[in-house]
């Protein structure tokens, strides 16, 4: 049977973006169908990973500067700059990034159709655009790379004017003085020390008993210091939120409770300029047609695959967030290269890597890959760890970087690597260094063996290695068979 495509590819963010690019380098015929009328890239570019990571870049120019100069701390960054500027950063990388990501569909002979698309069977997709004409297209293979969005917050409504979400918190006119985060995950985080490092007085509400809980023990002790430093108060376990505006005193109220309170039934209030909420992401699955053609998905409404991001539909695949854990831009490329050789190499082997680094875009960064310490010796291996303090690095000294810790953690009866995790300056770039040696079976002498560039973060590994010898030499093992 002949179909108009070889595959189509719903949504245009990194798994989409990725399948699109692999599968026109195999001469396949390629339609991408993009909901938003205006970019393509999906939040990728155009509402989550780039522009928030734009305004935190310029967060933490400003921080580095007042850091450097204590003068220039005395005087709040909301006192002296306006949103606006730092935005129109952002705004230059979106609209430079929109067009390298059209200019490489086009090269590529990569189809694109505007509109929400809809499976009406297992080889045909039926779209609608925005003027509410449809049109249906066929292909061999179909890839669902929808994204996801903020589940419905209960209590209150994100209005995009006190109240805002991802997407409209990067719109503000004016650097707030008071902000309360409504979050429990990692763009808590990055949102709130972005904003604390404007001057911005932050509150963070998390639903969890934990904040966070993934965390190293060690790294989790650094990063409740960076927030007790950073005035950053997180209230754990809330409940009951409510929203109001005080006309009299000019202000946002927060009303919540606390789960397990000692008092029970208290309401508290906070006094507030805007909140921001980031919910718990749902995949965006709903009227796609899946129940209807046999695609499994999970209570949540995530797609569930094989290894090779096969759906239940032997030629539907899913790929990014719209598939579940770990609904990371950098898997997300990756995920959507392995469907696409899954569907047009016969002999395909690749599958995702077992340890795939995480990074934390935070001020300070925070990355990990592997197990934590708790978690290895769980697991029942012979743990041990080797610290490095920025403080302790030259270049943590060049860089007047007070604050970081790179922690190995390594099995001591071969020395092999079972976790990396840092928090400091350069984080999400300096964990693919430990990543490489560890996925390439190498141990913690490598760092020791081998000449690393001097003053450089990654000093932190050699001095991490050295300080983990030293642990195992001090209990008991000799250090001339450590060195061998």
Not at 80 to 105: A, F, H, P, R, T
Not at 206 to 229: C, H, Q
């Amino acid at each position: 049977m002949k179909y108009d495509y070889d595959v189509i590819i719903i949504g245009s963010g990194p798994a989409g973006f990725s399948c699109a690019m692999q599968s026109s380098k195999f001469d396949k015929k390629v339609l991408v169908v993009e909901a938003n009328q205006e970019h393509l890239g999906g939040a990728w570019i155009n509402s989550g990973t780039v522009p928030s990571k734009a305004l935190r870049e310029t967060s933490r120019i400003i921080q580095r500067y007042q850091n450097q100069f204590p003068d220039e701390a005395k005087e709040k960054p909301y006192a002296k700059y306006l949103m606006g500027d730092l935005l129109s950063y952002k705004d230059q990388i979106l609209e430079s990034k929109n067009k390298k990501v059209e200019k490489d569909l086009s090269k590529n002979e990569v189809d694109t159709y505007r509109g929400y698309g809809k499976l009406l069977d297992k080889n045909t997709v039926e779209v609608k655009n925005w003027e509410g004409e449809k049109k249906k297209f066929t292909a061999e293979y179909i890839l669902l790379a929808t994204g996801s969005h903020s589940k419905v917050p209960e209590g209150f409504e994100v209005d995009h004017d006190v109240v805002l979400d991802d997407n409209s918190v990067l719109s503000l006119t004016h650097i707030p003085r008071r902000l309360v985060v409504i979050g429990s995950g990692i763009n808590a985080l990055e949102f709130a020390t972005t904003f604390s490092s404007l001057g911005t007085r932050i509150t963070i509400l998390s639903y969890t008993s934990k904040f966070l809980p993934f965390l190293d023990g060690d790294i989790a002790a650094e990063l409740n210091k960076v927030l007790t430093e950073s005035s950053i108060e997180v209230i754990q376990q809330v409940r009951d939120l409510a929203i109001s505006v005080n006309d009299l005193r000019g202000t946002v109220e927060v009303m919540h409770s606390i789960k397990n309170d000692k008092e029970k039934g208290r309401k508290y209030v906070l006094e507030t300029e805007h909140v921001l909420y980031l919910g718990k992401k749902l995949p965006n699955t709903a009227g796609l047609g899946l129940e209807e053609i046999g695609v499994k998905t999970d209570k949540e409404g995530f797609i569930e695959t094989d290894a090779t991001f096969k759906t239940s539909v032997g030629n539907i695949f899913a790929a990014g967030d719209a598939a579940g854990f770990p609904r990371l831009a950098s898997a997300s490329f990756s995920q959507g290269r392995i469907a696409s050789c899954e569907m047009f190499q016969d002999d395909n082997t690749l599958k995702m890597p077992e340890q795939i680094p995480f990074a934390i875009y935070s001020i300070p960064e925070i990355s990990n890959i592997g197990l934590t310490q708790k978690k290895a010796v769980e697991k029942g291996f012979n743990a041990a760890v080797g610290r490095a303090f920025y403080k302790n690095i030259t270049q943590g000294d060049v860089s007047n970087q007070k604050v970081g810790l790179l922690k190995i953690v390594f099995n001591q009866d071969d020395f092999k690597i079972l976790g990396i995790h840092i928090i400091g300056e350069r984080a999400s770039d300096l964990i693919h260094l430990g990543q490489a040696v560890m996925n390439l079976g190498g141990d913690i002498r490598y760092f020791i063996d081998h000449v690393l560039n001097y003053p450089t973060y990654s000093e932190a590994y050699r001095i991490a290695a050295f300080n983990g010898i030293n642990f195992v030499h001090k209990a008991g093992v000799k250090y001339k068979k450590i060195l061998k």
